[in-house]
């Protein structure tokens, strides 16, 4: 399992915030609600787009819209009606606005746009609605039933009887993705990725399908629904004539346009095989599709359309359909440039032992793009850094495509500029003052080194499961990106290669992750919970390991002061050994499919901490008022036609609000919804 996805929030919560430009008229805050704060991103250079590439962006745009209603379904089976009923609700409200149910109607839909469905994005726990039961009841009946979205024959009474239960009950339907120890995790995650099934006879279905011997193994589940029917196991194929058709037809529909202005024929062979993918769902295909992807590195306009990242499936086979569509940065792009031309020295220094290593890094190829359209599991929080494909075979035999998304994490620092985050957390103003200073490109390099040498690095012995690592598959492989990261921040390599002006620039970094690792990303945990997402999870064993380890030297330590809890960094350079350290295990227990190891790691460093802290922190973190989410609304891309309908120009606008934008997506993008 390889995730390679790094999540926006943390990283980018911390991230620019010290960006001095000057303060531009863009208004990047565009609403806030619950623990959400959605912002909106500028698309720089769009407009220096030749005629035809500016086409072939928006064509790609309209395939990623079309895409949205399938991640809802994928997300749970009722999404999409619970979607449906609550916006025909709230656009045919005529009551009082103001009152406690609407408000708490209102919040819950955006949650639910958000989300793209009922389950918070990251802590994957089941919405509480603030409105009664009653006065939703109310609404749907004076709907009626030719406004409801219900199956055929159903009455308004039985739809209700199944959709309050799945909003109002907290015990149906409350986690989409269960990752605690010792249960059935398929039968206790609320997504749709499978119906009537059991882990083992999940397990059993694929262990069956698999075969060791095969070096070039499709990825299996990536595309389908896995049910049982009349006692019999069966996939049902994401694809035109099976499982989501009316969506994929829309997005076929689009990519065939965008395949008739394509840069170039490596580019419309590969659309063509997306094309192919989504009409047979053959996952052959799509590997045949991501090979010719990958080893694209020529082309400007770049895009993924898919399913991706299997974050959203216990067992880590089942993509979550997401798009991206996005052009090159040419100037920020020298940067990576330099690092992926040098990955060979990265990989052959690190201090993971020679076993591990590969003897000959293939194909890093890194970038940094503006991205032009967020949809699917990228849309509305969004990833910074993106690694692709997944499959291992085909990165090790074809390499891999890494790209940061630097006009997103540049929304985030103007977002958040000036909300006294790092005063109220840092130990002293030394770290705020450091981190004013480098945070900015220390972060940036963490993010390149993660995605483009991290992800890629090091190799899995010969015939080693890549799966052997299960559950805590996609945290530890983060931990381990994280840390190739970290050690080489600290690295003069970094100074020699011109990327860093100051040898002092990776403290920034350090101080800014161990922070985050062992305090305020928790302020992102409700109390009483354990860490259970991946990175969140990768981030505490990296910082918490860390701290014990170098106790005995003191390198890590905790600071009273005032009834505030500070960390404070005594040793730079050892902290980096120990980060060395780390990496080296990390990838020995991947490199050998340790999973005892990789378990005991994780639940050892990776899942506990402080509830005494946790309240402080909860504390201090509230009286700033930050949004501990966020995430974007699209542009609008309008095009202009002449008079035999030949596209002139796409125009780009910025103003469209959150409620807008959906409500429109909703009308517009919708061919799953009844
Ligand atoms: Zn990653």
Not at 328 to 333: D, F, G, L, V
Not at 427 to 441: A, D, G, N
């Amino acid at each position: 399992m390889n995730k390679f996805l790094i999540s926006a929030t943390a990283l980018a919560m911390a991230s620019t915030s010290f960006m001095t430009s000057a303060k531009e008229k863009f208004n990047y805050n565009v609403d806030r609600f619950a623990d959400i704060a959605v912002l909106r991103y500028q698309v720089p250079g769009f407009e220096d787009l030749s005629l035809r590439q500016k086409e072939l962006v928006y064509y790609l745009n309209e395939a990623a819209l079309q895409g949205r209603d399938i991640l809802f379904d994928q997300n749970g089976k009722y999404n999409l009606a619970i979607r449906t009923t609550l916006e025909k609700i709230y656009t045919n409200f005529s009551g009082d606005k103001s009152s406690k149910d609407f408000k708490g109607l209102e919040k819950y839909l955006k949650l639910v746009w958000f989300a793209n469905g009922i389950h918070h994005h990251y802590s994957m726990d089941k919405f509480t609605p603030e409105f009664s039961q009653s006065f939703f009841d109310a609404q749907v009946k004076k709907l009626g039933k030719h406004s409801l979205p219900l199956e055929k024959g159903q009455s308004v009474e039985e739809f209700l009887k199944i959709i309050d239960d799945v909003i109002f009950n907290p015990a149906v339907m409350s986690k989409r993705v269960n990752q605690a120890d010792g249960v059935d995790l398929i039968l206790t995650s609320a997504n749709n990725l499978y119906d009537g099934v059991t882990q083992k006879e999940v397990e059993d279905y694929y262990n069956k399908l698999k075969d060791p011997n095969d070096n070039t193994p499709i990825s299996y589940g990536l595309n389908s629904r896995l049910v049982k029917e009349n006692g019999v196991i069966a996939e049902q194929v994401y694809r035109i004539g099976g499982l989501y058709s009316a969506a994929i037809e829309k997005i076929v529909y689009w990519l065939k346009k965008a395949e008739g202005v394509a840069e170039n024929d490596n580019m419309k062979a590969y659309i063509g095989k997306l094309i192919e993918f989504y009409t047979t769902g053959d996952l052959k295909t799509f590997d045949d599709y991501s090979i010719l992807w990958a080893e694209d590195t020529k082309s400007d306009i770049d895009f993924i359309n898919g399913f991706i990242e299997s974050y959203g499936d216990p067992l880590g086979m089942t993509g979550a359909w997401e798009s991206m569509v996005n052009f090159k940065n040419k100037k920020s792009s020298i940067r990576t440039q330099i690092i992926s031309d040098n990955a060979q020295w990265f990989e052959d220094n690190s201090p993971v032992d020679a076993r591990f290593k590969k003897d000959k890094v293939k194909g890093v190829s890194a970038k940094v793009i503006t991205a032009a359209i967020l949809a699917g599991d990228c849309y509305p929080a969004t990833p910074i850094g993106i690694n692709l494909p997944n499959a291992n075979w085909i990165r090790a035999a074809h390499g891999s495509k890494s790209v940061t998304l630097e006009n997103i994490t540049s929304a985030y620092g103007k977002a958040e500029e000036g909300n006294g985050f790092y005063e109220e957390f840092a130990y002293s103003p030394k770290e705020v003052e450091l981190m004013k200073k480098y945070l900015s490109i220390a972060d940036n390099l963490h993010t390149d080194l993660h995605e483009c040498l991290g992800h890629g690095s090091g190799k899995l012995l010969p015939g080693v499961d890549p799966d052997a690592l299960k559950e805590h598959g996609s945290t530890l492989e983060e931990t381990r990106a994280d840390l190739f990261a970290l050690y080489y921040l600290a690295d003069p390599k970094l100074v020699e290669l011109g990327i860093f002006s100051s040898p002092e620039t990776y403290k920034a970094e350090y101080y800014k992750y161990v922070m985050n690792g062992l305090m305020t990303q928790l302020t992102r945990i409700e109390p009483g919970k354990d860490i259970e997402e991946a990175h969140m999870r990768n981030r505490h064993i990296i910082t918490q390991w860390a701290y014990e380890k170098g106790k005995k030297d003191n390198v890590i330590e905790f600071v009273k002061r005032d009834g505030k809890t500070f960390v404070k960094i005594n040793d730079y350079s050892k902290l980096r050994n120990l980060f060395g350290q780390l990496l080296a295990e990390i990838q020995r227990i991947k490199s050998e499919g340790d999973y005892e190891s990789g378990k005991k790691l994780v639940e050892q460093y990776g899942v506990k901490f402080d509830s005494d802290m946790h309240k402080e922190l909860l504390r201090r973190y509230s009286k700033l008022n930050i949004a501990p989410y966020k995430g974007f609304v699209n542009p609008v891309y309008t095009a202009i036609t002449d008079n035999s309908g030949n596209i002139k120009d796409i125009k780009i606008d910025y103003s469209e609000n959150y409620v807008d934008q959906m409500l429109r997506y909703s009308k517009d993008y919708s061919p799953l919804t009844k």
